[in-house]
């Protein structure tokens, strides 16, 4: 087995070395990935496990690599290196429509819906279905329905209301409904509940779960530690571009993750939990 | 998915936090009512609301009516209106093509000459000098004309980046400039083809005129009742019968109101009679677009680009190449208006003011209801509009009032429209 830095509770799938589609393996996985702009190395070497049906809350401080390595996952920037791995095969994601075609959807901060359409309308812009040449409204709406009350979201009137009469919350769950549309594999969402209320940010971060529990693997990037520490799974902290902490979220608490977050390494472990996740660097 | 609606029971996360009646109550009536009596309350509190669609050019019309029929006896004939509603095709074609432009949040200013292209070179084509194309091949190839030449305005406008607003506004002089090459030192060409001028002067026959009108009223029923009955049957929520049934009747009112009023003899000397066929033209060109914008594809990203262009591009909608196609739509729009007009004078001049008839083409457009920065409007807002602008023009022009006091009083009922629909919107929480 080829050691990933990672620290793995017993019950997780371990990354394996093999190149095969093997049921063992983590749905993504990143191996030694770097990205450089010009002088500027934003990702170094950075190692990283996605397993469905879990949420994997990135964490670091501004300018740690967070945007640089969403983006690259969701195939807006090429990998300069290292290998990128879909269930055990690697694979090249070099454009959005790649990443796409494997079932990787992101969300982002702005939410990028036209208030000016409807809900189904927005759900459905750029796959919109057709039946000769005229928009298949019927199906399109029936879909949308499925979709928002398997999720439990439900609007209170109509989903052929205008997105620019939704509340923050709301239309994040739209932005959120429209992404698991699309039979998609892994989700990733940048800082979901930014711009939210209290209330709000529950029913996110609820929407988030209930995306896990479906099978889903939800990646989250977040500054909030009160959200990564409700709805995350997995943890993975980032400094200067380097993954110096990943593991499950019950290794680390809000210290720990901060003393990663700022300095790189944390001295410090949970009382009652085993030992606290070392750094990337072990790896190397 | 049956045809339930969603229980109450189950978890509503928008329920949630809170949604109010006002933000919730901007729905399309037809889509949440179950009976008349539902609709016309959702219908009323979509107009509290701020989206009061098409209720204040209605409005304004019927007031148009009232007054100028208390000035003038004469405005409410069955001649004065169908004279009204000729006039006023060339406004509604132009703004149905500004509709295109503004739809996307951008403007064409090069309509108004663009237009005259089209029927410059219509008139050209006919010439026995220049081989005496059939009426139908010049036309063809005056719209074909236009169309490339929205194509090249659009792909300047998306390709290099440059905004609208520029480009058209050089489109307005240089093809004013190449009308004007093309006309000579002439001044005015005559148009001597009788199916040209008949576009613009004929009538049908008042048989011919029930006919069409039962066969178009029947089509819309048909298609109407057909896209309720799958609504209701894959068990989501359509309009009540009722409704339907009143939405073709009204229809087929307000066809046999037309064509009762232009089978009334409004000749003068000699008995002239019919449905006149720039009616026709209009309603095919209305018909085309309204399902063009409203029912494929293309309409649904020419919406979402005037919404939120980025996201569009994020959900892979080709920008550039949705943009170049609606700025030759709006083009070649404009040509068949241009030939509209043409006909109308059976000759092409000079005198020909794009500037003027590109600016009334906006104003009809806003007028209707089509926002100025993209993502609301309707092809039929740009008809209403442009009954509106042809009613005023003619209204004045029966007590006799300068081309001046015109001009203001169409001013002053564009800011009225505008206004009106500012202040309607306030009210809302979110939106512009």
């Not at chain 2, 520029?166 to 400039?177: I, N, P, R, S």
């Amino acid at each position: 087995m080829v050691s990933t830095g990672q620290v793995l509770s017993p019950a997780e799938p371990e990354p394996t070395g093999s190149t095969s589609n093997d049921q063992s393996a983590p749905l993504l996985e990143l191996r030694g990935v770097n990205k450089r702009f010009g002088a500027v190395q934003a990702l170094r070497g950075v190692d990283l496990v996605v397993p469905g049906g879990q949420v994997t809350a990135l964490a670091g401080d501004n300018g740690a690599g967070k945007s640089v390595l969403i983006k690259t996952i969701a195939g807006i920037h090429g990998a300069d290196g290292g290998q990128v791995l879909w269930n055990g095969r690697a694979v090249h994601v070099r454009s959005p429509r790649d990443a796409a075609a494997l079932g990787i959807e992101t969300v982002y901060q702005d939410l990028a819906l036209c208030d000016n359409l409807d809900i189904v309308q927005n759900m459905f812009l750029g796959r919109e279905r057709t039946s000769s040449a005229l928009l298949d409204e019927e199906a399109m709406e029936t879909s949308a329905r499925e979709t928002l009350t398997s999720l439990s979201v439900t609007t209170v009137r109509s989903i052929r209301q205008p997105v620019a009469s939704l509340s923050g919350g709301q239309r994040q769950a739209v932005a959120i409904a429209k992404s698991v549309l699309w039979n998609s594999k892994l989700v990733i969402m940048d800082e979901p509940t930014a711009a939210l209320g209290v209330a709000q940010t529950a029913m996110v971060l609820d929407l988030v779960r209930r995306l896990a529990d479906r099978g889903l693997a939800v990646m989250i990037v977040s500054h909030n530690m009160n959200d990564v520490f409700q709805v995350a799974d997995r943890l993975a902290v980032l400094y200067l571009g380097r993954m110096v902490a990943a593991g499950p979220a019950d290794q680390f608490d809000r210290q720990i993750v901060v003393d990663y977050m700022t300095t790189g390494e944390s001295r410090r472990r949970r009382d009652d939990a085993g030992p606290v996740p070392p750094a990337g660097e072990v790896a190397r | 998915m049956t045809g339930v609606r969603p229980s109450v029971e189950q978890e509503t996360v928008l329920d949630a936090d809170g949604i109010e009646p006002a933000t919730a109550a901007v729905v399309n009536p037809e889509l949440v009512a179950h009976s008349l009596r539902e609709y016309v309350g959702a219908w009323s509190a979509r107009i509290r609301a701020g989206e009061t669609g098409v209720l204040p050019v209605i409005v304004g019309l019927l007031l148009i009516a009232v007054i100028f029929q208390t000035l003038n006896p004469k405005f409410l004939t069955a001649g004065n209106l169908v004279n009204l509603l000729v006039q006023g095709a060339v406004y509604m074609l132009l703004a149905m093509s500004e509709v295109f432009a503004l739809l996307l949040g951008e403007i064409d200013l090069s309509a108004g000459f663009v237009a005259g292209v089209a029927g410059i070179v219509a008139a050209e084509l006919i010439l026995a000098a220049n081989g005496g194309w059939p009426w139908w091949a010049a036309c063809l190839a005056a719209l074909a004309i236009c169309a490339l030449i929205g194509v090249l305005q659009g792909t300047i406008i998306t390709r290099i980046g440059l905004p609208s607003f520029v480009v058209t506004l050089a489109g307005l002089l240089g093809w004013q400039g190449v009308m004007l090459k093309i006309l000579g030192n002439g001044g005015t060409l005559p148009i001597n083809d009788r199916i040209i001028n008949d576009l613009a002067n004929g009538n049908l026959t008042p048989a011919a005129g029930w006919a069409i009108m039962v066969v178009v009223v029947a089509g819309f029923g048909l298609v109407t009742w057909m896209r309720e009955a799958r609504r209701r049957a894959s068990g989501l929520v359509a309009p009540p019968v009722s409704l339907t049934a009143l939405k073709v009747a009204a229809v087929a009112a307000a066809g046999a109101i037309v064509v009762l009023i232009s089978n009334t003899d409004r000749g003068v000397l000699v008995p002239v009679r019919g449905v006149p066929w720039v009616i026709l033209i209009v309603l095919a060109v209305l018909v085309m677009w309204t399902v063009l914008l409203g029912r494929t594809r293309f309409g649904r990203y020419v919406y979402a680009i005037g919404g939120n262009a980025e996201a569009a591009r994020r959900a892979g909608v080709p920008l550039a190449r949705i943009r170049t196609i609606a700025f030759a739509l709006a083009s070649l729009t404009a040509g068949v208006a241009g030939i509209i007009y043409a006909s109308r004078l059976r000759s092409v001049s000079t005198n020909l003011d794009g500037g003027t008839l590109v600016l009334y083409a906006v104003a009809a457009a806003v007028i209707g209801g089509t926002s100025l920065f993209g993502g609301r409007g309707k092809p039929m807002h740009a008809v209403l509009g442009g009954v509106v602008i042809a009613a005023i023009d003619n209204g004045m022009g029966l007590q006799g009032f300068s081309a001046a006091s015109k001009y203001i009083v169409t001013a002053l009922v564009l800011l009225a429209a505008v206004t009106i629909d500012a202040v309607a919107r306030r009210g809302r929480t979110t939106g512009r």
